[in-house]
Each structure stands twice: as structure tokens, then as C-alpha cells.
């Protein structure tokens, strides 16, 4: 897997995943292009790559914007597509938004380097929320899609654009279906970013963490470390012998022992039990866990980060760079998407009812 000298695109490199890959594609010697436009609620902190920032360039734009990123799309043979809206709410109450950056500007990206750089081999973060509750567990690549929200649908029709293109020979793209990915350089600030990001904020501030349920609901939480090495394989594979692969943690863990590690290890009581809010439950997917068996066979990938150890080294990085992610004053950040609209007297259309 040698990147040296390399030329990469990451489009959405200023948020969570794409700045890890940027500081590690850094370190193996990549020459690292980042076009990201720092969309508001998506999470992009030009602080994740203080690191490599002189090693790096940054095209300020949406991955939309043919004119601002034809030539950054010509150079790289290898695009690492990470673009895009992650929070599950968001989507819900803000779909036409949603299907803006989840949809529309992946296509109109995907067509771009289509005619660009056809052929070019291009790595794109889907997610497990495609399957939405499972019929089975572990999940496989077999499994049914069904999502429960529109982030689900959206990134879904942004996985066939990929895989449409790339069966007529205009891409060579993969997608990696990822689940619960925690780390350094999670956004903190922007509430509905999943329940790790939650987790995260309130342990760093001291606060107890509540349970929806009965907290025995699985999930197998993936430290970025090992999120960023699937990626640099699929980006460096010869011919790719499948074009999806779900990728998840190591093992399956119930959300009261997620929560009562983290609590332990922050020095926070121990999580309390209490009533799921409507708006989340209304999709909530119950458990979930990933059969990784595909990405083991085809790229010798595994998880090597368990959960306890890879939350401790979260913990330690925010304490040392907190206020950086989070207003202290300010724990509970507000919904800035809802007082955006608000402001503008958004369109019906943009609320889902209960």
C-alpha cells in the first residue's frame, strides 16, 4: 500500500473521517488536495489538520462546483469521497437540504469526474443506515435495503451513482458502509451527529449520560484509526472484486456498556435509563452489528481498535484540544439548522410530522 508521491482528493477532508485520512495519507508521503466548503452541521473544523496544514491544499468549495475543482479532479487518480451530511435528524426535519448535499451534489460530482478523470478509482463513505432495521445479524452485504430516514435514502441513491457509473466504465469506484466511526476530530458542536458525538460531548463536560430504552441495543463502534486503513486499501486495490463492503468495529457491544465504559473512563457517574424522545425513535433501528467477513477475505482488513481503548485516546485528545470543538460556556449547542430555517420561514416541505 505505498501513497508516496501520490496525488489524493478528499472531498469533505475538514470534517471527522476526511481530516484522519488527510494527517495519515500526510505521514505515508500523499500529496493531499482537501476540497471542502465548510457547510454549516456537517462538522468541518479547519483545526483537524493543524497537523499537516502546510502539507495540504484547500479548495474552499462544494464538490458541485465543476470550475473551482476540474483541475484538483484531474490530478488525482484517487478520490477519497467523503462529502456529505451524516445526522440522521437533520435529514428528517431538513430533507430538501439532505437531498441537496447527499444527492444532487454527488451526482453532478460523480459526472464531473466521470468526464475529468474517467476511470479514476474513487472511495466513497457510505453507511450501515441503508439497511435500516436489520431482518438479520450479523449484516452482510446481501442484506436487504430499507432505510428509515432520508439520509438513508439519499446516501443510497449517492452508493448507485458510484456503482452505475462505475458498471459503464466511467468510474472505478467502492463503497465502504461504515458504522458508528468515533474518534479525534468528531465534531462536537453540531448536535444529531449520532449518539457517540453526544456521548463524547457530555462526558467532557462532566455530565451524566442518559439511556434511550433499556440500553440493549447493540452496536459495534469503530475507532477512525481503523475506518482510515480501510479506505487506504480500497483507494490503493489493483481490480476491485466487489464493489461495496460493509465495515464495522471489532465486536458487538450493548449501548449501556458503551455508555458505562465511557462514563468510567471520564470519570463521570454512571449512565442513567430513561424514555426514548419521539423524534428518535421514530427511527430507531434497534441493534445492529457488521459482518465484515467480505473487506477480511478481499483486502486482509480487520478492526484492530477495541472500544475501551479507542475511547480512552478520544477522551485524552479533546481534553487536550477542547476548546477548539466545544463553546464551554455553551455545552448544549443549539440546533443552528433549525435557527436557520426558522429565521428564513422555511417551506413546509422541510418537516417530517411525527
Avoid at 477512525?224 to 483507494?235: H, I
Wanted: with cysteine.
Amino acid at each position: 500500500m505505498n501513497y508516496q508521491d501520490r496525488q489524493v482528493l478528499i472531498t469533505g477532508g475538514l470534517g471527522f473521517i476526511g481530516s484522519n485520512l488527510a494527517i495519515r495519507l500526510c505521514e505515508m508521503g500523499a500529496q493531499v488536495t482537501i476540497v471542502d466548503p465548510s457547510i454549516p452541521g456537517c462538522g468541518a473544523n479547519l483545526f483537524n489538520i493543524e497537523p499537516v496544514r502546510g502539507q495540504v491544499s484547500l479548495i474552499p468549495a462544494s464538490i458541485s462546483d465543476r470550475d473551482a475543482i476540474e483541475a484538483a479532479i484531474g490530478d488525482c487518480p484517487v478520490i477519497f469521497n467523503l462529502a456529505g451530511e451524516i445526522s440522521h435528524l437533520h435529514s428528517m426535519n431538513f430533507p430538501e437540504r439532505d437531498l441537496e448535499i447527499n444527492t444532487l451534489s454527488q451526482l453532478r460530482f460523480l459526472l464531473a469526474v466521470s468526464q475529468i478523470a474517467p476511470g479514476a478509482r474513487v472511495v466513497y463513505a457510505g453507511t450501515r443506515q441503508v439497511y435500516g432495521a436489520p431482518d438479520y445479524l450479523p449484516v452482510d452485504e446481501k442484506h436487504p435495503i430499507k432505510p428509515v430516514d432520508f439520509n438513508g435514502v439519499h446516501k443510497y441513491a449517492a452508493t448507485m451513482y458510484h456503482s452505475m457509473l462505475s458498471d459503464a466504465g466511467q468510474l472505478d469506484a467502492v463503497v465502504l458502509r461504515l458504522t458508528n466511526v468515533y474518534g479525534p476530530r468528531m465534531a462536537l458542536d453540531v448536535p444529531c451527529q449520532g449518539f457517540l458525538a453526544t456521548y463524547l460531548r457530555k462526558l467532557l463536560t462532566g455530565r451524566q449520560l442518559e439511556i434511550f430504552g433499556d440500553g440493549r441495543q447493540l452496536r459495534d463502534p469503530m475507532y477512525v484509526d481503523d475506518a482510515v486503513q480501510a479506505m487506504l486499501l480500497a483507494g490503493a486495490a489493483g481490480t476491485l472484486p466487489s464493489r461495496s463492503y460493509n465495515v464495522g468495529g471489532p465486536e458487538p457491544l450493548s449501548l449501556a456498556s458503551i455508555a458505562s465504559t465511557g462514563s468510567h473512563l471520564a470519570g463521570v457517574a454512571p449512565p442513567r435509563f430513561c424514555e426514548f424522545p419521539d423524534d428518535r425513535k421514530r427511527i430507531d433501528i434497534g441493534s445492529y452489528y457488521t459482518d465484515c467477513t467480505r473487506i477480511r477475505e478481499e483486502f486482509g482488513w480487520v478492526p484492530e481498535t477495541k472500544f475501551e481503548d479507542g475511547f480512552e485516546r478520544t477522551l485524552a485528545y479533546y481534553q487536550s484540544n477542547l476548546s477548539r470543538y466545544l463553546d464551554l460556556a455553551q455545552p448544549n449547542p443549539p440546533c443552528k439548522l433549525a435557527q436557520h430555517y426558522s429565521a428564513q420561514a422555511a417551506p413546509k416541505s422541510h418537516r417530517v410530522p411525527a
